[in-house]
């Protein structure tokens, strides 16, 4: 009974909080342009009046139009449940979580592209072969960052890994998983979220012909995503597992936060690139993370 | 009962079943299924015992005596063919009706049977002349199936392709048995773990049983082969006959002492079949050779459990290598079941729509609901996502690899990379099977034919059923299969045994749990997600096509459009030949755009080789032409020759 309650409330806290990392991207952008920009919990709003709104569904779709967005919640949240929070350790924690948690955001982008396929539209089909080829260089980088983080920690539980800090090559770790935040979560200058020209489209195309409640399970998750890899990021760099509780909770929300201004100034600062440039980009992600994995190996005297 | 009379029950109902098959294909259908049934009894109560099965009636067959052994190896291989074997006899019955095919079914019939017993001789053959000679009727055997449609020229190609290759692997086991019997005195085989002396032949059996397994550079003939025979036959090559080639490689490294560099280099063949195989069927437009494709890739991720198995074993590092040996081995079980479903299902596709060309296919799920959601299913377990089994087994590769690095030394060196290549291996399959289900199955229909295709029979949605069931089994509850891997992995490496008694090394009973509940939360949130949908309303448009109004399907996204990306990073190993048709004049009336992949090792690495030596040949028969004035000529320059090597030899 106390692990379903704890469980419960640890969802509850990911769900509530997920929203509002975009705001706060958003509040950062309109800052810097010296704009006033939309409020802090606009997202909140805009769930809550797709939540009830009506539905337009393309004639083409199947059943399994609806079905993928919600099981591709389903699995990040899952995910998130795989995460300490602070240093309070997830309630389900064991040998290998950590490739659980990244099959799980895999199957998040299988329904997702799945879904995308559906109303036959080639926006949405550009959008979903987009986000599963850069997934690869993706993927890679995050095998990288988990050997290094396992190697540094002798464990291949998500929650002992993200304990300690990723030590020598911490801030290797760093640029490496910021980077694999911005393309897997289509920030700039991998994708531009706020882009209304749908052939440079990533994330957005795909979700073209969604609406009402299955676009706002959508936008939810993708708000999710965002905020797992900034608890991954902060997390596998900073050693906040060794702290009190409050203080590791207070720790990881001043570092998400700070995570979330910097994705504001680099979508203020930067321009996203041209499409033959990411794979570059994400290339150099990988090579970031098989650099913190040589100096974990080097720190732990292999 | 027991595992003998089991096995005597399998096989003589499989014998009248091959009796039978010519005039009586509902007969013959049952004692089949009845055959399966009773090798999987078999093969369970080895698996679940730990006790091999041993048969030595002490007759000859062949001059030498019959030896039968089931062990917790072969009784592993023998219950996935028990498994995809029955699924697939059920499903040939609609699938290749006699109504249809008149000649060709009742022949089919007989030399399924064969395939089948031979394959189930090949499993408990204990001795070297007894387990060549099942070998090669089961190569024959599945010869004949795979040309069943022989009147189509690339059919006849394929089935060539296909012997040849066969019998140099034939060639390389002859060897490999021969080599073995001269040096052990006799033809029986069993373990011989201490005469470090046969390490060497290891090599002969690599080539031999990895030509037959479709490893990378040697899948050639892999591809056109399945691509080319009936799906129910591709299931079967698929699911099972490739698998022997594992079989042979797990029995002998397990038996015979290997060579120090063994594990390295079946790792590195592994790695390269994973990351080529799916780069390769990432570059197909034909489904059912995609899906051909995707076997290698398999293997590959197969052979790298072995490979690192091998290298913990030689190193000593029994836990992680039990851990990679024990995801190879259940990869072994979970590639048969999903790959046979996928080429059911295709076959399905292909029954019902008469092609096997994705872009002349899409919007599948309206006349096929069955078929879309096994074929999506399998898809899923193939690119290993969870909940389901493809997820469980590289979940283990992937704890032994960590394991590797974990522990350092030598291995971990090679560990690291194997791991993100697996990682890159298991995006890419996702990448190729998103396209596939997306372009075959949803979507608007390309072709009047793709809009009027119709669900397949009951014994053939049934058979993909029974498959699809044991994807979600493994998946959910994988501790129930542990046992069966861990006397596989006893019957493997003795040595390990102390490993194998506490247990299971990974945590999968928490793992389990957690498929479990990840199922049910998604299946409950599809349910909650639809009823509020339906709730707020529905209103049917058109798909968003930034404004245009009759979108049309032949503007949809192709699979080649789709994969351009990673093909276009591969493009220095794919070679796509591009055909392109511009248009020409003010009003163009056509053009073109085509662009091909072709199977890359085979056009420009063996034919090139082949068609070298066909020419030294040629010029070698220069020679022969009937002028008599010159072989006399001949003659004394030879006879010159021998004077000039005798004289010297005589000044010695």
Same mark, same amino acid.
């Given at each position: ?25 958003? $509040? ?19 769930? !809550? ?36 929070? !602070? ?153 906040? !597992? ?5 203080? !590791? ?27 033959? $440039? ?25 | ?201 290891? @090599? ?22 399945? %691509? ?262 006893? %019957? ?48 049917? %448009? ?5 404004? *245009? ?19 276009? @990073? ?23 755009? %085509? ?35 010159? *072989? ?21």
């Amino acid at each position: 009974m106390r692990f379903a309650l704890d469980l419960l409330c640890r969802l509850a806290l990911w769900l509530l909080l997920a929203p509002l990392v975009p705001g706060i991207i958003n $509040r950062v952008k309109s800052w810097v342009a010296g704009r006033r920009g939309p409020p802090v919990l606009q997202l909140y709003y805009d769930l !809550g009046r797709l939540w009830r709104k009506g539905v337009v569904l393309s004639t083409a779709v199947s059943p399994g139009f609806i079905a993928g967005p919600a099981v591709a919640w389903v699995a990040l949240a899952g995910a998130a449940l795989l995460l300490p929070v !602070g240093s309070m350790w997830p309630e389900v924690v064991f040998y290998g979580d950590a490739l659980l948690f990244v099959c799980l955001l895999a199957l998040a982008r299988f329904c997702t592209a799945l879904a995308a396929l559906e109303p036959g539209s080639s926006f949405e089909g550009m959008g979903a072969a987009r986000e599963v080829s850069y997934a690869v260089l993706a993927e890679a980088a995050i095998i990288a960052a988990l050997l290094a983080l396992s190697l540094h920690s002798h464990s291949l539980a998500l929650a002992e890994m993200l304990t300690p800090s990723a030590g020598a090559g911490a801030a290797l770790l760093a640029a490496g998983l910021f980077l694999v935040l911005l393309a897997e979560n289509c920030r700039v200058p991998f994708d531009d979220p706020n882009t209304h020209l749908e052939l440079t489209m990533v994330h957005e195309a795909m979700v073209l012909d969604h609406s009402g409640p299955p676009l706002a399970v959508i936008l939810h998750g993708a708000s999710l995503k965002l905020l797992i890899f900034s608890v991954l990021l902060a997390e596998s760099v900073l050693p906040i !597992g060794r702290l009190a509780p409050v203080a !590791g909770v207070a720790v990881l929300g001043a570092a998400v936060l700070a995570v979330a201004v910097a994705v504001g100034l680099v979508e203020s600062l930067l321009a996203r690139f041209a499409f033959q $440039r990411v794979p570059l980009l994400l290339t150099t992600a990988v090579l970031l993370c098989l650099f913190a994995l040589l100096a974990a190996w080097k720190g732990g005297g292999v | 009962m027991t595992v003998g009379a089991w096995l005597l029950a399998a096989a003589a109902v499989t014998v009248a079943g091959l009796l039978g098959a010519w005039h009586a294909p509902r007969l013959w259908l049952a004692v089949t299924l009845a055959g399966c049934a009773a090798a999987l009894a078999a093969a369970v109560w080895v698996l679940a015992a730990g006790v091999p099965w041993e048969w030595r009636p002490g007759f000859l067959l062949g001059g030498e005596p019959v030896h039968l052994l089931l062990d917790g190896v072969s009784a592993f291989f023998l219950a996935l063919l028990a498994v995809v074997g029955g699924a697939a006899t059920a499903y040939s019955r609609e699938y290749w009706p006699d109504a249809a095919h008149p000649r060709t079914a009742p022949s089919g019939r007989v030399w399924w049977s064969v395939l089948l017993l031979s394959l189930g001789l090949v499993l408990v053959a204990a001795n070297g002349l007894h387990f060549l000679i099942a070998w090669e009727i089961f190569t024959m055997a599945a010869y004949f199936l795979v040309t069943q449609e022989r009147s189509r020229r690339e059919v006849r190609q394929a089935g060539w392709l296909y012997l040849a290759a066969s019998h140099v692997s034939m060639v390389c086991l002859f060897a490999f048995f021969a080599l073995l019997a001269a040096r052990t005195g006799g033809w029986e085989l069993g373990p011989l773990r201490g005469s470090t002396g046969l390490a060497p032949l290891f @090599w002969l059996a690599l080539v031999g049983f990895g030509l037959k397994a479709g490893v990378f550079p040697l899948h050639v003939w892999l591809p056109s082969a399945h %691509a080319n025979a009936p799906s129910h036959v591709s299931a079967i090559l698929s699911g099972v006959t490739i698998k022997m080639g594992v079989y042979g490689l797990v029995r002998f490294s397990g038996w015979l002492p290997v060579p120090p560099e063994a594990g390295w280099v079946v790792a590195a063949l592994g790695v390269a079949s994973a990351v080529f195989g799916v780069v390769f069927a990432l570059g197909q437009h034909d489904l059912k050779r995609l899906l051909a494709y995707h076997s290698v890739e398999n293997i590959g991720i197969i052979l790298i459990g072995l490979g690192f198995a091998l290298i913990a074993a030689a190193h000593g590092y029994p836990a992680w290598g039990l851990l990679a040996f024990a995801g190879g081995m259940l990869h072994v079980w979970n590639h048969g079941l999903f790959k046979s479903l996928l080429f059911l299902g295709a076959g399905s596709v292909l029954h019902a729509t008469g092609t096997r060309e994705m872009s002349r296919l899409g919007g599948l799920w309206r006349g096929m609901p069955w078929t879309t959601g096994c074929f999506t299913l399998g898809a899923a377990a193939i690119a290993g996502l969870p909940p389901l089994n493809g997820f469980v087994s590289e979940w283990l590769v992937f704890l032994g690899l960590f394991g590797a690095v974990g522990a350092g030394g030598l291995p971990a060196w090679a560990a690291g990379p194997a791991a993100i290549l697996l990682g890159v291996t298991g995006a890419l399959a996702l990448a190729c099977f998103v396209k596939v289900c997306g372009v075959v199955f949803f979507g608007l229909p390309r072709t009047a034919v793709a809009a009027q295709a119709q669900e397949s029979g009951p014994l053939m949605r049934g058979s993909m059923l029974v498959l699809a069931a044991g994807c979600v089994a493994i998946g959910l509850a994988p501790i129930l299969f542990w046992p069966a891997v861990a006397s596989a992995a006893a %019957a493997w490496q003795p040595a390990w045994a102390a490993n194998l008694h506490s247990a299971p090394p990974a945590p999968l009973v928490v793992l389990g749990t957690c498929q479990i509940a990840l199922a049910l939360t998604a299946l409950g949130a599809v349910a909650l997600l639809r009823s509020r949908v339906r709730r707020n309303g529905v209103v049917r %448009a058109v798909t968003w096509d930034c404004g *245009y109004a009759a979108p049309t399907p032949r503007m949809q996204y192709t699979a080649g459009s789709f994969a351009e990306i990673i093909t276009g @990073w591969f493009g220095w190993i794919l070679r796509p030949e591009r055909h392109v048709e511009r248009p020409h004049g003010p009003f163009p009336t056509q053009a073109g755009h %085509a662009v091909h992949t072709p199977e890359t090792v085979l056009e420009h690495l063996v034919e090139p080789a082949g068609s070298a030596v066909l020419n030294f040949a040629a010029m070698v028969q220069r020679l022969q032409h009937g002028r008599l004035q010159f *072989y006399i000529l001949y003659l004394v320059i030879g006879l010159a020759g021998l004077a000039v090597i005798v004289l010297a030899g005589g000044v010695r």
